[in-house]
Structures are given as structure tokens and as C-alpha cells.
């Protein structure tokens, strides 16, 4: 006659179960979080390619879209522009569609990437605004020293004199509108210290371009 579990046995194979889970459970969270990141770099640097495509057919980068009712990252604010879906550089979405193109922020579903540049700036859907520049504020000796004080950096309306020609980004992972208005008020996303760190847990998968021509960002990090 076959012998049965004893309720003791059975709760120590469940203790030992559950024991491993938690040990298991956060690592492949990590790997996953990690895969995602990775993807999220990949499209950065296609989203890159089209924008020197862009400038190749065109001999200037596309303006910076700034026509977000809200203001805030989460929603339009800075969305990839149209331009590089009606040159065939990225894929197009619907024309009644909010988005400019069906190039989405895997950590801001239903919202593209966003694009800084400095120069052609659109304030009012389509229409790129006569007297407004787009700018970036980018930090004193950057890329080799990076900081968030706003003495030890400039804003930079010509594209000729900025040392970043243009920035891609991603929200990140953990995205806290709040510590980045705090932190930089508009100053985003050129500084290093706003840039995803693991141990933060938080902060914008980044790349840019540099007037040298070199591209530079968080995936150095990795």
C-alpha cells in the first residue's frame, strides 16, 4: 500500500515552491525590463537613421513639435514629427490619428518618442511658427561633463552653435513628470543625471546627435 503526503510534507513542497518563486520572480521582472530597454535603444538609433535621411533630402532636420494643449510629456508634447512619415523615412499612421506615425514609446503606449531640435519649431499643428525658435539647454562642456544647474549650462537657439544638432527620447521606464520639473523644469533631456539609471529605476532612454557628428546617449550605459 502506496503512502500518501502528509499535510507537513505538502506544506514544505509549497514553502520550498514559493520560496523559489520569490527568488525567480524578480530576476526575470530584470531580464524583461532589460529586453525592453534594448528594443527601446534599437528604435532610437532607426529613428536616428531616418532623421539624417530627413536632412540628406532636405539639408535641415525636421522643426520640433511643441502644439500639445496639456504641456505634458505624457501626452503629445514633442511627438516625432510628421515630416518623417510623409517622407516615407517612418511608418505612417491614420491623418486622423493624434500621433504623427505609428512609431511608439514602448514605455508610453499610445504616445511616439519625442524629438528635440534646435530651430524649425511648430507651435499650432501644422504651421511652423515665423518668430519662434525651437532650443535646446545643454550643459557646459557636455558631452564630457554633464550637470542640472542652470548657470552651468546654456540655451542654444542656432542650430550652427549648439553642440547637440538633435535628441531622441523615450519616457523610461517609471516615468515621474513631477522629479523631472523639479529637477530641470525644461531643461530636459540632454543632462546625464535625468538619463536611465538602474539603481534609480527611473529616468529618459536617450540619443542624440552631436555637431561633431558623433551620436552619444544612454545606451553608452549598458
Known amino acids: 500500500m502506496k503512502k500518501g503526503f502528509t499535510l507537513i510534507e505538502l506544506l514544505v513542497v509549497i514553502s520550498i515552491i514559493a520560496l523559489l518563486m520569490?527568488?525567480?520572480?524578480?530576476?526575470?521582472?530584470?531580464?524583461?525590463?532589460?529586453?525592453?530597454?534594448?528594443?527601446?535603444?534599437?528604435?532610437?538609433?532607426q529613428i536616428g537613421l531616418a532623421l539624417e535621411y530627413y536632412y540628406l533630402d532636405n539639408e535641415k532636420y525636421p522643426p520640433t513639435r511643441e502644439d500639445c494643449h496639456t504641456g505634458a510629456l505624457k501626452d503629445h508634447l514633442y511627438q516625432l514629427p510628421k515630416q518623417l512619415a510623409e517622407g516615407g523615412q517612418l511608418p505612417k499612421t491614420n491623418p486622423k490619428d493624434v500621433m504623427a506615425t505609428i512609431t511608439e514609446d514602448r514605455f508610453n503606449r499610445e504616445?511616439?518618442?519625442?524629438?528635440?531640435?534646435?530651430?524649425?519649431?511648430?507651435?499650432?499643428?501644422?504651421?511652423?511658427?515665423?518668430?519662434?525658435?525651437?532650443?535646446?539647454?545643454?550643459?557646459?562642456?557636455?558631452?564630457e561633463r554633464s550637470n542640472v544647474e542652470e548657470e552651468k549650462g546654456q540655451w542654444y537657439k542656432e542650430?550652427?552653435?549648439?553642440?547637440?544638432?538633435?535628441?531622441?527620447?523615450?519616457?523610461?521606464?517609471?516615468?515621474?513628470?513631477?522629479?523631472?520639473?523639479?529637477t530641470l523644469e525644461n531643461r530636459y533631456p540632454v543632462p546625464k543625471e535625468i538619463w536611465y539609471s538602474p539603481k534609480r529605476k527611473k529616468g529618459f532612454l536617450v540619443r542624440l546627435h552631436l555637431q561633431n557628428g558623433n551620436e552619444h546617449g544612454s545606451f553608452e550605459g549598458y
Open 22 to 45: 520569490g527568488i525567480l520572480l524578480p530576476s526575470l521582472s530584470q531580464t524583461r525590463l532589460r529586453a525592453k530597454i534594448v528594443a527601446v535603444d534599437t528604435e532610437l538609433r
Open 111 to 143: 504616445h511616439t518618442y519625442k524629438y528635440r531640435s534646435v530651430g524649425e519649431c511648430i507651435r499650432d499643428r501644422d504651421i511652423i511658427d515665423k518668430w519662434i525658435k525651437s532650443r535646446l539647454w545643454v550643459p557646459d562642456g557636455f558631452p
Open 159 to 182: 542650430a550652427e552653435k549648439s553642440p547637440v544638432k538633435w535628441v531622441v527620447f523615450s519616457l523610461g521606464p517609471n516615468f515621474d513628470e513631477q522629479w523631472i520639473k523639479e
